[in-house]
């Protein structure tokens, strides 16, 4: 008989606690609570937030500041899609804006570049 394994950490991929910036179509900024090669989970202030309903493929972008050999620092872009596992209402903000909490899988690996006026 075989005995069923139980993982200590249901995820995948080891997560990486950071903030970075995240931005999305439409000029709406967050900042993200964690990282994985699979997936990140953000916090968003948004008037609309069917835009980020489970099970919507979004577009994001995720810079995150690197130090080059010349100790100059420079800002790496990361850019694909996702889908959206979870979407969490922190709370409701000034006029019908609300602070979400989602949790996205990348569909694909991202791209990443470095932009030339960095």
């Not at 439409?26 to 835009?51: C, L, M, W, Y």
């Amino acid at each position: 008989m075989l005995s069923k394994v139980i993982y200590p950490n249901r995820r995948r991929r080891q997560r990486i606690n950071g903030e970075f910036e995240v931005s999305f179509p439409d000029q709406i900024k967050g900042r993200t609570k964690n990282v994985s090669a699979h997936g990140a989970s953000f916090e968003v202030i948004t008037d609309n937030p069917d835009t980020f309903s489970p099970g919507a493929v979004i577009t994001l972008e995720i810079a995150t500041p690197n130090t080059t050999l010349d100790s100059k620092m420079r800002k790496l872009r990361l850019s694909g899609k996702g889908v959206i596992i979870s979407r969490e209402v922190i709370e409701k903000t000034t006029g019908c804006r609300v602070k979400l909490n989602i949790a996205v899988q990348f569909k694909e690996k991202l791209n990443f570049w470095v932009p030339s006026n960095n």
